[in-house]
């Protein structure tokens, strides 16, 4: 008799397009483990990542303002399942594997840094670091005690290749590559109108008319291009005149936003955080939690890396707390 996990992986071949990430098909794990009865590989990628520690963090580290004073910015969490609920919404309409996509979703910002892409620079500019391999490390050698959550070969890809540069080997991976620029660029204005730093009539009547004139209307317009340019085709892409307006959006949102003054004011401060940060646990290595020193003796890493994995897995609110504990005069008491 069929397990019900084995009565689902059936049923993909069914009802999923023939392009799909088949859970039965999956290239596997590093390791190898006995089956679930219930959940197919790419369902247990996605509860490991759910419940894992480095998700939960998300919720203090910052999406693209730091530390804003307020109750309705993003933080890495919430676009992080802004981002999922786009994807999920385009893998359902061409049919391909949801839970591979909302893994790939959920896990794919599991290695920024605390004070978002301010932190990965400064941590860059000390020692080779980008975010989406700091993910894969996440996911493969840091969580659970530094043995990783083990998961598939096509989620790590997913998480690997999420960025402009490279092409996931998954169509479930182009869609989370897609849905995470949808989400943060409509997400950031939102954000920016919110902080004064950018005016809601500031933004060209070019996008306007092409995108929409609100958030939903935008993200609802990218997303439905999206489906209706990738239906039944082996790649995930936009049409060619919504693919020019959404980027040079995104350099708008470049000039406007994320190169301000006000923008470029508070990353360097959080830049000189993350370095003098780097530089005193660089030369205080005993002060480095044993977990770190154990994964760096057994995977044989150097103290720059293990450094780096330390720093980059701190929110927000513990990295300022480390820094007031070293760099700080601390009050006391007579």
Known sequence: MLTIREQVENREYEY?????????????RDREEV????????????????HSKSFRRLRQKTQVFLLP????????LTHTL????????????LRLNEDLVEAIALGHDLGHTPFGHAGEKALNHVYEFKHNEQSVRVVEYL?????GLNLTWETRD????????????????????LSDKIAYINHDIEDAIRGGILREDEIPKKFIQ???DTSGHRIDTLVKDVIINSMDQPIISMSAEVERSFLELREFLYEHIYRSPVAKQVEEKAKNIIEQLYHHFYHNFDLIPKQFIDTMERLELTKERTVCDYIAGMTDNYAIKMYETYFMPQRWEV
Request: aromatic letters at 6%; hydrophobic letters at 25%.
């Open 143 to 147: 969580e659970h005690q530094g043995k």
């Open 158 to 177: 997913g998480l690997l290749n999420h960025q402009t540069r490279n092409m996931p080997g998954t169509l479930e991976g182009q869609v989370l590559r």
């Open 35 to 50: 089956e679930c009865d219930i959940r197919p590989v790419y369902q247990r990628d996605r509860d490991r990542i759910l």
């Open 16 to 28: 999923l397009s023939p392009y799909a990430a088949f859970s039965k098909a999956s290239k596997g």
């Open 210 to 212: 092409t995108l929409g």
């Open 82 to 93: 802004e981002v999922s609920q786009n994807a999920r919404t385009i893998a359902k309409a």
């Open 69 to 76: 004073k307020g109750d309705h910015y993003r933080t890495r």
